[in-house]
């Protein structure tokens, strides 16, 4: 829907738009002719909860922002029913007191209603003569209690000043404005003194209830953390205990340090293993090439069996050397093998000498020089493996001694995480204990809010708001016709503007007339209308001059798919334009009455026709009109034939065949629905010709034609259209 129909659906529905928003605003000035005085007393309180200084500013680095989840939970504890309660409660302690109406504490109307509210019975049951507190006590257990009473029904079931749901609904606390820490807080009644009161009494309550649930909060953090705290220093000492008792039983100065010096030792003594394998590896060497160089000689079998004796003495002697000096035997012992040793070495060289004596080398080599060479490797390698033995031994040693280390750096290593882990939750806890402890000094000293501006007491009454309702009557009342009129247009099948009509039968829309309620009457409808058949009168002459496979003179069709559409009148209209353009013109029709007959009349012969019940087989116009009518089409210009409509009647498949072109008229009144649809598709399936759609009895404010000023240049117009057809013609 574009703009142009749209403000065109509102011109229909004016009327709407005039009555309901009279008829809403007339009901809502009538229901608040008798509006109470509304007085509004207001406070402003500092919270300080994001810009105030306390105990816990200097750590706010360390702390996220929580001002606006303390603003919420401010909010909800004024809010809560417990601190209405209280509210409530003083409320009517304040006014059971009173003697007489006091303006300052309960007008002369809320005195009347408390004195029938809570009957004399109910009074004398309370200490109304006695101490505030004592009352406010007695008032409170009767609103808590179980059974039902006068107080409690004030409080619970009433719509009083003393009601829980009515405070709670009119007390109104603003929330903060960006990061801003001041609280607004209001409250409307009809009583002044009421209104400041009230105030009075939410502020002190909030303020009561909110320092109480945040110092009981901290309390048993700090009890929590105190607790946790307490364990962790048990658990620190146990650790400690263990790692002492670690190091006393295994007699451990520095365990890290010991160890890296066994790991060191031991290091050294396989690289000093590894040295002297070598050398006796290479001594072996050199014997076996020394060998090879002396003879085969039975003879030098026995020098060379004692040489052999001889060097196992020295071997054992050395031996025996080495491990007392390993050992630390004493000095005379030593003494004694290192004797042992020389003499061995002694007897060993004279052994060698005789066995240098019987041989001797086939190169010429002395054979005392192979000899010398010879013993000097049997030494080396006699005593390289002498210390080989006490490396092995030295080596064994360090090994246990690691095996016995591997354990216990274990165990070492445990005790000393178990006393890290022990001592970091300790710290960690400490500083928690240390924070929630500032936590809860923070709260005893800052807890409440201050009052910037004391609740006022109100003078003067609020404006009121008996205008503003009215304007919202007025408003929904609007609402109301935009809706009213969105559902009768959304309900609404009919066909009420060209763009529906083109958007539901599927064609451009060629001409449209407007409702004419008085045809001889000068006006815009028969200006339009005479305009409309001006332009419908140039398209058919346009379409007939294209149409050249067809017979003359041509047949137009005028046609509709619901009864009652306005074909006749189309067809009228159209005779009249082609008599005054001197055509003769031929208009079939389909009996109504069934007297009609042949008739001419302002220049159009009329030709009734009856519908038969093979009208569907009709080829020729000749043979569907009466014989005694005496039609010959040859005499006229056009033929103007009026079909019966679709949806009652047969489509004469023949007949349409020789039709030029047709007109389908349809009433911007009828629904359009599937049947129409069905039959207009089976229309265009059997005519295979150009069909213009004619929308009739179109609301004025549809159509968009340019409306002549007076009638004189309407005729002079319409006399220069119609030449050129008399012309052609």
């Known amino acids: ?133 004592t009352l406010w006590m007695a008032i409170d257990n009767m609103a808590k209690s179980t059974g039902d009473n006068a107080i409690k029904n004030l409080l619970l ?50 303020n009561d209830r ?77 014997l076996d090439a020394l060998d090879k160089r002396t003879g085969q000689q039975s003879t030098v079998r026995a020098a060379t069996n004692d040489l052999t004796n001889k060097q196992k003495k020295l071997s054992e002697a050395e031996n025996q050397l080495a491990n007392a000096r390993a050992y630390g035997q004493p000095k005379s012992v030593i003494n004694r093998l290192q004797a042992t040793v020389n003499q061995a070495a002694e007897e060993l060289k004279i052994s060698a000498q005789k066995y240098d004596a019987v041989t001797s080398t086939s190169d010429a080599v002395p054979q005392q020089t192979i000899a010398n060479d010879r013993l000097a490797k049997m030494l080396e390698y006699e005593e390289s493996s002498a210390r080989l033995e006490t490396y092995r031994e030295r080596m064994g ?110 064609m451009p829309v060629t001409a449209l007339f407007p409702t004419v309620k008085k045809p001889n009457v000068f006006s815009n409808a028969t200006l339009t209308t005479r305009s409309m058949f001006e332009q419908l009168f140039n398209a058919i002459n346009i379409e007939i001059a294209q149409v050249t496979a067809k017979p ?49 009349k302002n220049g159009v012969t009329y030709f009734p026709y009856t519908i038969r019940p093979d009208f569907m087989n009709v080829t020729n116009l000749d043979y569907l009109i009466d014989h005694e009518a005496g039609f010959e089409a040859s005499q006229y210009d056009r033929i103007v034939f009026e079909l019966p409509n679709l949806l009652n009647n047969q489509i004469p498949v023949y007949l349409l065949k020789n039709s030029a072109l047709s007109l389908l008229i349809v009433d911007a009144n009828t629904k359009w629905s599937r049947a129409e649809k069905q039959l207009l598709t089976l229309y265009e399936r059997v005519t295979n010709q150009p069909i213009l759609l004619i929308l009739n009895n179109v609301v004025g404010n549809h159509i968009d034609v340019t409306v002549l000023s007076d009638e004189k240049r309407a005729s002079s117009r319409s006399a220069r259209s119609l030449q050129p057809h008399r012309n052609d013609l």
């Open 552 to 600: 003359y003179p041509p047949i137009i069709t005028l046609f509709s798919i619901p009864p009652k559409q306005g074909k006749t009148w189309i067809a009228d209209g159209l005779n009249t334009l082609y008599a005054a353009a001197d055509q003769q013109v031929a208009y079939c029709y389909p009996r109504v009455t069934g007297k009609e007959k042949r008739e001419f």
């Open 210 to 286: 909110y320092s109480t649930l945040k110092t009981t909060e901290t309390n048993s953090v700090v009890g929590y953390y105190e607790g946790k705290l307490q364990k962790a220093k048990e658990k620190l000492d146990q650790a400690e205990a263990a790692l002492k008792a670690f190091n006393v039983q295994h007699g451990v100065l520095d365990f890290d340090e010991e160890a890296r010096n066994v790991a060191s030792s031991r290091e050294s003594m396989v690289n000093e293993y590894n040295q002297e394998l070598m050398r006796r590896n290479a001594a072996q060497a050199a």
């Open 397 to 506: 040693e360090y090994q246990a001694k690691t095996d016995n280390y591997t354990p216990l750096g274990s165990q070492l290593r445990q005790l000393q995480r178990q006393l890290s882990v022990s001592e970091k939750e300790y710290l960690d806890l400490l500083q928690n204990v240390d924070m929630s402890q500032t936590r809860r000094q923070d709260v005893k000293i800052g807890g409440t809010m201050t009052i910037l501006d004391a609740p006022d007491y109100p003078l003067l009454p609020q404006p009121t708001k008996r205008w503003q309702l009215v304007a919202i009557g007025i408003g929904v009342g609007i609402f109301l016709a935009m809706l009213l009129m969105a559902l009768r247009f959304w309900l609404d099948k009919r066909i009420n503007s060209p763009e529906q009509a083109e958007s539901m039968i599927g």
């Open 1 to 133: 829907m574009n703009i142009s129909a749209f403000l065109r659906l509102l011109k229909q529905h004016l009327i709407w738009f005039v009555v309901l928003p009279a008829i809403t605003g007339t009901v809502a000035w009538y229901t608040t002719r008798n509006e109470a005085k509304v007085y509004k007393s207001q406070a402003t309180l500092y919270t300080g909860l994001s810009s105030g200084y306390s105990l816990m500013t200097d750590k706010g680095g360390l702390m996220s922002d929580q001002s606006s989840s303390a603003f919420d939970n401010m909010l909800t504890t004024l809010y809560s029913k417990e601190t209405m309660t209280n509210v409530s409660v003083s409320l009517l302690t304040d006014h059971l007191r009173l003697q007489q109406p006091d303006s300052l504490v309960l007008g002369g109307p809320g005195f009347l209603m408390l004195q029938q509210a809570v009957p004399m019975d109910v009074r004398m049951q309370l200490p109304i003569e006695g101490d505030r507190d």
């Open 157 to 206: 079931k009433s719509d009083s000043y003393y009601s829980l749901g009515q405070l709670t609904e009119k007390i109104k606390a603003t929330s903060r404005k960006a990061t801003n820490d001041v609280l607004l807080m209001e409250y409307e009644t009809d009583d002044p003194g009421v209104a400041q009161n009230t105030v009075r009494y939410a502020i002190k309550f909030l």
